[in-house]
Every structure is written in C-alpha cells, then in structure tokens.
C-alpha cells in the first residue's frame, strides 16, 4: 500500500485522462473572490512550514464550491471524486442567484425557464410565471456538466481533483493530529483496479451524497429518504420547442403519493422523472404513469438515459464530528415539498469552506470543532426556517389528491406566484403585503375546506 503526504501534490494539477472530464469547460480568468481573515481560536497552534490541509470527499456542486473556497482560502485541498462524468438523476432546476452568487457562465445552463404548468390529479393545469421580470429565469442544467465545470473551476484555484473513491479514514490519536484518508485511485481506464493510496489531512468535508461512506465513519445517522428515478428522453423537434422554455410538474397519486412528476427541458432533450419516500418499490409504476399524463406531448420519443438515486428528506442527526463536517447530500440538505438541492448542495459546501478558511487564519492555523460549527450555527439560522416551511407544506399538500387539488388551485393565485417564485430565485423570505396575505390565508382555508368535503364525498363512494 502506497503511503504518501498531502505534501507530494502541493502545486501540482492532477489531470485525470479526458474521458474523466465531461465537458472540459473552461474557468471564467475574471473571478475574484475575497479573502477571509478572523481570528482563529487562541487554543489553536500556528501551523510551521505548511499550510492547512483539507480532503473533500466528493465531487458535486457540494464539494466542487467547497474545494474552490478552500484553494482559495490558502488550503491545501485535494478532492477525491469517483465518476467524474456521474450523471445524477436530478430535475437539475437552479434559482437564478445561483448563477450570480456561483459566477455560472450562461454556457452551462441548458434551459431558461420562465413558464411553468403545475398540473393537478384530475389534469387540471395551472400556468405559473406570470409575475416573472424579463430577466427572470429557472436554470436548467445538466448535472455532469454543472459538476464537471466546479470542479475545473476548483483545479484552476489550486486544489487537486483526484479520481478515486473514498475507502475509509483513520481518526486522529491526539487533539491535533492528522486524520489518514484511505482511498482507491483510478488511471481512468474502465475495468482497472485502483491503487490503493494514503494521505494525511487536518479536517475533512464529506460532499459524497445521500450514501455518504463519510457520514458512517462519524456515526452520523440514518435519515428518511425518496427514490428518485428518471428517464431523459429524447423527443421530436417539434414536440422540443413546446419544452422550449417550459417546465411541467404533475400531482397526484398514480405519479407519486407523496412527491411530485416532472417534465423538465434540457439541451435537446427532456427529463421525466418522479421521487417516493413511503412507496419505493412502486417507483416504476409511478414512472410509468408520469409517462402517460405527459404523453401527448412526449410522443414519439426515446429514451436515452435511465437514472435513480436516493435523496435525503431531512438533514442527519450529526453533520459535524471533531474536524469532519458533513455539506450538501451528505448532511441532508434538500428541502422537502419541491425537493431542491443544488442550490443547498453548493452553498453549504462554500459555507463550510469559509468557516474552515476563517478559522485557520488563510490556512496558517489548525482548527477544531469549534471553528467547523460556526458553519452549522450560521447554516441553520438561515436556511432552518425554508426547510421547515416546506416540510409543512408537504404534509398538508401532499397528503391526498383533493389536497394536491386544493394546492393547484392556490397556484393560480398571482400573489402566491409572486411570493413563491421571489423567496425560491433569490434564496430569501420576502415580507409579504398584510392585506393580501390575510386575503391568501381566507382562500388557502377555503382550498382546503373544499378538499376535506371532497376527500370526504369521495370516501363514501
């Protein structure tokens, strides 16, 4: 077993062979990102002739913003990601400050969404989008494009990307010492077995997904989670260029009893897909039946790409054990009800970052929990509540289809577009009018009121 210091790839750019990266895009030469110095903790010991150094474990939007943040702090940062060209089934909708917030190049994102269809259990459609400025948009992007691009951004900052795969890690034996990351490094040739390699590192950031093997080596907790299974299709050009610039979402208990379907564009093709979390192994039929409500307009088409995966339905018991903190999928950051991600993924993993640069100096002093749990104290004050308002949303919307008729029904509303679309593009909780919230609150009663009575019909039938 090879055994090696983080110092044997300081300065250097690992480059995997190109089948590894997909696409090779390259970094925008105009971004400048500020340099964070607070004073670190008395207790902790200046580092001598080295700086500090962190493996990310991961390659996602999670841990590709994590990496960049990292370098660019003056961390030694080396990312171990496994499949460099990892397609997950993901709807791949982005808000619009992400493009701004994560300096994203237009060239990336597929699909400028400015048109939505919310359409109910009795095929009832509702536009969305009405209240979209001109600039407005939903991005949609493809994940192994959004991943590859962070993590060339990441290698351009200085970091090391590494194909490998994340075996284990020894935990340290004293207060600052290192941990040992085992991991299995690949040539990027198919079928190959991996070289079987060692690193010391200070801390760790796990990004590796909702299966994160970080996460168990912290005893971190088992969480709820859906299956999300998706199929991209490639349909007709004139069938595409009603997708143009529209995204459709399906409720109802034949696409899911829990979730939702979607019918989300992409470059030149679309991705259906739906999610279940109490209903798993019916995750085909459900699919199945997301096809057939949207067949008309999916006519004709092939499906080019099959894809599931886990996502986790609430954050872990544990996201932070002693110099190891958990981002993105891994310490369960996606919001129930819309089941976004992307956005959480690679603001927690920046977030993280930050607190890892701030509390060593720029990389010239060890840090502890402490330091890491700063990034937790700030990521719940901010994003605790929207998680919570949408678990609400979930059980009250979700939980039957004169209820998923009862929310379509309120999406007709221009007030709730307006305060939906502004709280979801621009990450923020927009203070509302009182008399038009009090006028939303008579008619989200009346909605459900409706949906009981129907729910109720419907039992004696």
């Known amino acids: 077993m090879a055994s090696i210091t983080l110092k044997s790839f300081i300065g250097l750019r690992r480059q995997s062979s190109p089948e590894n990266h997909h696409p090779t895009i390259t970094p925008p030469t105009h971004l400048h990102r500020r340099r964070l110095i607070t004073l670190a903790g008395k207790s902790s010991p200046k580092l001598s002739g080295r700086n500090l150094r962190v493996a990310v474990i991961g390659g996602g939007p999670a841990g590709g913003a994590a990496a960049e943040t990292l370098a660019k702090g003056g961390i030694e940062t080396i990312l171990i990601e496994r499949k460099m060209d990892n397609a997950k089934p993901c709807g791949g909708a982005i808000p619009l400050c992400m493009v701004g917030e994560f300096d994203l190049p237009l060239d990336i994102i597929d699909r400028r969404v400015t048109k939505m269809k919310m359409i109910s259990p009795s095929n009832v459609a509702v536009d969305i989008g009405r209240t979209l400025k001109p600039h407005e948009y939903i991005g949609m992007v493809r994940r192994e494009v959004l991943d590859a691009y962070l993590r060339e951004r990441a290698a351009g900052a200085g970091a090391s990307i590494v194909n490998g795969l994340f075996v284990k890690m020894d935990k340290p034996i004293d207060k600052y010492a290192p941990y040992v990351v085992h991991y299995n490094e690949y040539d990027g040739k198919a079928g190959t077995v991996g070289k079987k390699v060692t690193i010391e590192v200070d801390a760790i950031i796990g990004a590796d997904g909702a299966n994160s093997r970080v996460a168990k080596q912290i005893d971190a907790g088992d969480y709820e989670y859906a299956i999300a299974f998706q199929e991209r299709i490639k349909i007709p050009d004139d069938k595409m260029q009603y997708y143009e610039n529209l995204a459709e979402m399906y409720v109802g208990d034949d696409v899911s009893p829990d979730f939702y379907g979607w019918v989300f ?4 093709h679309v991705a259906v897909g739906t999610g279940t979390v109490t209903h798993k192994p019916d995750i085909k039929k459900f699919q199945l039946a997301t096809r057939l409500r949207a067949r008309d307009k999916i006519q004709g088409g092939k499906i080019i790409r099959v894809e599931a995966h886990p996502i986790p339905e609430h954050p872990r018991p544990r996201r932070l054990s002693n110099r190891v903190a958990l981002v993105g ?7 129930k009800c819309s089941g976004e991600g992307i956005y959480f993924a690679a603001k927690s993993g920046r977030m993280c970052a ?3 640069v701030a509390g ?10 402490a330091d890491l749990r700063n990034y937790l104290r700030e990521w719940d004050k901010t994003y605790w509540p929207t998680y919570k308002v949408l678990d609400i949303l979930q059980k009250v919307f979700y939980r039957s289809n004169p209820a998923r008729e009862a929310f379509v029904e309120m999406c ?5 577009q307006k305060m939906t679309f502004d709280s979801y593009l621009y990450k923020t909780v927009v203070p509302g009018n009182p008399l038009d919230d009090l006028k939303l609150a008579v008619n989200t009663i009346g909605s459900l009121v409706r949906a009981n009575a129907l729910r109720n019909e419907m039992a004696k039938i």
């Open 354 to 356: 930050e607190a890892i």
């Open 265 to 268: 564009p992409k470059c030149d």
């Open 412 to 416: 007709a509303d221009e007030y709730v």
């Open 329 to 335: 999928d891994a310490a369960g950051y996606v919001t």
């Open 360 to 369: 060593s100096e720029n990389g010239t002093r060890m840090v502890d929990e």
